[in-house]
């Protein structure tokens, strides 16, 4: 699939997510950074389009900061969210995960308001909380946004299915590197990168038994995509 097909999919089904999350009550707001944090993940699809973003705004300085200021004991996963959809299906024992809630903000987070928003990763945009955050200590969220969140993050997988997926970071350094995001939007990534592990397609989706019904108009729209 050509990269621009993908961006453009990656973008309608951003608009279709905000549509469906604009539904609820939730108390995030700006400069309500609690969840804003060092762990996050997101594929190379969207990294691509966060550095395309930054050189039409022309703050690539941004890299440069994401490189300096990066936790060493950031999350790295071990398996893609299809990867581990796909073990857990197969009554598989997934990988044993490691993250460190003490790995800090987000290295980009400057007076806790985030430069990228408008292209931030999925991974932050469906983060969402009926209460705040920094009151509760945990994101309140209702178990359907969550399997909403689940399915969503799996399509953005495979449509990325022939690239990688990795911290924030580690995604963001791999591809500040033109080499590597001419290989990509070619495809000719070959073997995943240190800290990054390979997405792929969508075997099983995660919706529990409860949700599979209420979820079908979501899936009809991601599916009917067309460009």
Same mark, same amino acid.
């Given at each position: 699939?050509?990269?621009?097909?993908?961006? *453009?999919?990656?973008?309608? $089904?951003?608009?279709?997510?905000?549509?469906?999350? /604009?539904?609820?009550?939730?108390?995030?707001?700006?400069?309500?950074?609690?969840?804003?944090?060092a762990n996050?993940?997101?594929?190379?699809?969207?990294?691509?389009?966060?550095?395309?973003?930054?050189?039409? *705004?022309?703050? *690539?300085?941004?890299?440069e900061?994401?490189?300096?200021? /990066?936790?060493?004991?950031?999350? $790295?996963?071990?398996? %893609?969210?299809?990867?581990?959809? =796909?073990?857990?299906?197969?009554?598989g024992?997934?990988?044993?995960?490691?993250?460190?809630? =003490?790995?800090?903000?987000?290295? !980009?987070?400057?007076?806790?308001?985030?430069?990228?928003?408008?292209?931030?990763?999925?991974?932050?945009?469906?983060?969402? %909380?009926? &209460?705040?955050?920094?009151? @509760?200590?945990?994101?309140?969220?209702?178990?359907?946004?969550?399997?909403?969140?689940?399915?969503?993050? #799996?399509?953005?997988?495979?449509?990325?299915?022939? +690239?990688? @997926?990795?911290?924030?970071? =580690? !995604?963001? #350094?791999?591809?500040? %590197?033109?080499?590597?995001?001419?290989?990509?939007? *070619?495809? &000719?990534? +070959?073997?995943?990168?240190? +800290?990054?592990?390979?997405?792929?397609?969508?075997?099983?989706? $995660?919706?529990?038994?409860?949700?599979?019904e209420?979820?079908?108009?979501?899936?009809? #729209?991601?599916? %009917?995509? #067309?460009?």
């Amino acid at each position: 699939m050509d990269l621009n097909v993908k961006l *453009t999919i990656l973008e309608r $089904m951003v608009e279709i997510y905000d549509r469906f999350v /604009s539904e609820f009550d939730l108390a995030c707001e700006k400069y309500c950074a609690h969840c804003c944090t060092a762990n996050v993940t997101m594929t190379t699809l969207e990294g691509y389009r966060i550095i395309a973003n930054l050189e039409k *705004t022309g703050e *690539t300085r941004y890299l440069e900061t994401i490189a300096r200021k /990066s936790h060493p004991d950031r999350f $790295m996963p071990r398996v %893609s969210i299809n990867r581990m959809a =796909d073990i857990c299906a197969r009554d598989g024992d997934p990988p044993e995960e490691h993250l460190n809630p =003490d790995a800090g903000p987000c290295p !980009v987070l400057a007076g806790d308001a985030c430069p990228l928003y408008p292209a931030r990763p999925f991974g932050c945009r469906c983060m969402v %909380s009926a &209460r705040n955050c920094g009151e @509760t200590g945990f994101a309140d969220m209702d178990p359907f946004i969550l399997t909403v969140n689940d399915v969503f993050l #799996q399509h953005v997988e495979h449509i990325d299915a022939q +690239g990688y @997926t990795g911290n924030f970071a =580690d !995604v963001m #350094q791999f591809l500040e %590197s033109d080499e590597n995001r001419k290989n990509y939007a *070619t495809g &000719r990534l +070959g073997v995943a990168a240190t +800290g990054l592990v390979a997405n792929q397609p969508v075997f099983v989706l $995660m919706i529990p038994p409860e949700h599979r019904e209420r979820i079908q108009p979501l899936l009809t #729209q991601i599916r %009917s995509i #067309q460009v």
